[in-house]
């Protein structure tokens, strides 16, 4: 084995393993936090926004798009319950800089 084929294979294991990687954990008073769809919130009052944002590299590499949007999924679910929200949707897309606009809302609890 050459030393640029053991170069380039070690550059594809790290790049592959940081794509799929998620540093963002649900806070645990987030939990109860739901991803809402801008058509289901007639009963929901809105509380508020937030802007998440996180890294879309690392390095020179870039990382999974579906990471990205479950992080910052889960970076607004944890700002809602600091406005007294209990769900997050999404105002727009995932811009190029990993930012993500979000409106929080108070809706109704539906129990089983």
């Known amino acids: 084995m050459t030393r640029s084929f053991v170069a380039t294979t070690i550059l594809f294991i790290f790049s592959t393993a940081l794509s799929g990687c998620t ?20 009963d929901c009052v809105q ?3 937030t802007k998440a944002r996180t890294k ?6 870039s990382r999974s798009e579906k990471k990205v949007a479950e992080e910052l999924t889960t970076l607004a679910r944890n700002d809602a319950p600091e406005l007294g929200g209990n769900t997050v949707v999404a ?6 800089e990993g930012v993500q606009r979000f409106a929080i809302y108070k809706c109704p609890v539906v129990s089983d």
Do not use: C, H, R
Request: charged share 15%; no cysteine; hydrophobic share 50%.
């Open 91 to 96: 105002e727009g897309p995932v811009s190029n």
């Open 56 to 61: 879309t590299k690392v390095w020179i590499f």
């Open 23 to 42: 540093w963002v954990a649900l806070a645990p008073d987030a939990d109860g936090v739901q991803i809402g769809a801008s058509d289901a919130l007639d």
């Open 47 to 49: 509380v508020g926004t």
